[in-house]
């Protein structure tokens, strides 16, 4: 089954404690992306990658690092975590270049509370 | 830079009843437009896409959307909604394929009995 994954679906965490949200997807897509959705604001894009070792800033990179090392992998990593980093983050990927119809696929979200 | 209005961020609408979710954006440059579900406590899933042609697109569900151009609008609209429509819809733009998506800030559809 075609899927984006992430781990953890749910994290409670203190301030200045380092944490990794995984994001794997089985689709061999070379566009991948991580948002963070907070009430009001829809979703607003972290960073992405239109490929193996390549990543870009998004909208909102500050706190924030990324590393894709493997096509499908795409972790998003919270050197020190604030309070205000608590939302709900959702990876993304697409097929990206000519063959892209445009779509995103998500996965299911993780839901991350820093204390 | 590329922006997405949605105005109305909660929509109550009892079942059967015809619904239109708004969507404005704001470009120099042509966009792709897209419109997103995202059920309770699930990821978003595509709705429906414009991405050139036909200005009025169809989508899963029986949703539709019409992109006019020169009101920078992309309205959403079901002619008879139903209580599993109940979601929160996203509208979303990007001017390269699949690169880049500018997100809406989400209208929530409340569908009553």
Known sequence: EAQVTQNPRYLITVTGKKLTVTCSQNMNHEYMSWYRQDPGLGLRQIYYSMNVEVTDKGDVPEGYKVSRKEKRNFPLILESPSPNQTSLYFCASSLSGIKDTGELFFGEGSRLTVL | ?113
Do not use: M
């Not at chain 2, 590329?2 to 042509?30: G, H, I, K, M, W």
């Not at chain 2, 989508?59 to 959403?76: D, M, P, R, V």
């Open chain 2, 1 to 113: 830079a590329q922006s997405v209005t949605q105005l109305d961020s909660q929509v109550p609408v009892f079942e059967e009843a015809p619904v239109e979710l708004r969507c404005n954006y704001s470009s120099s440059v042509s966009v792709y437009l897209f419109w997103y579900v995202q059920y309770p406590n699930q990821g978003l899933q595509l709705l429906l896409k414009y991405l050139s042609g036909s200005t009025l697109v169809k989508g899963i569900n029986g949703f539709e959307a019409e992109f006019n151009k020169s009101q920078t609008s992309f309205h959403l609209r079901k002619p008879s909604v139903h209580i599993s429509d109940t979601a929160e819809y996203f509208c979303a733009v990007t001017k390269d394929y699949g690169q880049n998506f500018v997100f809406g800030p989400g209208t929530r559809l409340s569908v009553l009995p």
